[in-house]
């Protein structure tokens, strides 16, 4: 059983910056590969990034990349999102999830995904 809490979300102007942690209890975290997901009002909830065991390798959503970095520190437990040159569109609740799969090309969907953190708002003023 792994639990996941979010933090860092809140409002920023458009062009700002934010940090998004996600800590994970247990001492297993190292053999999750973890993602961050969101969910905008009315919509699907969507890949954002993820990042293997290691943190070796990275992978994103083409909408973010160049602007968001995912990376992890195995020794805190916990998975961050740095956030730069936020947009409007960027407005949403934020997930951090974890799945033992070893297959990156899993890594873009909800469903191979064991647990969920239960979000943090993010919300961008233009």
């Known amino acids: 059983q792994v639990q996941l809490v979010e933090s860092g979300g809140g409002l920023v102007q458009a062009g700002g910056s934010l940090r998004l942690s996600c800590a994970a209890s247990?001492?297993?975290?190292?053999?999750?590969?973890m993602g961050w997901f969101r969910q905008a009002p009315g919509k699907e909830r969507e890949f954002v990034a993820a990042i293997s065991r290691s943190g070796g390798n990275t992978y994103y959503t083409d909408s973010v990349k160049g602007r968001f970095t995912i990376s992890r520190d195995n020794a805190k437990n916990t998975v961050y999102l740095q956030m730069n040159s936020l947009k409007s569109e960027d407005t949403a609740v934020y997930y951090c999830?974890?799945?033992?799969?070893?297959?990156?090309?899993?890594?873009?969907?909800?469903?191979?995904?064991?647990?969920w953190g239960q979000g943090t708002q993010v919300t961008v003023s233009s």
């Open positions: 247990g001492r297993a975290f190292s053999t999750y590969a």
């Open positions: 999830a974890a799945t033992r799969d070893r297959y990156s090309g899993n890594y873009y969907y909800t469903y191979k995904y064991d647990y």
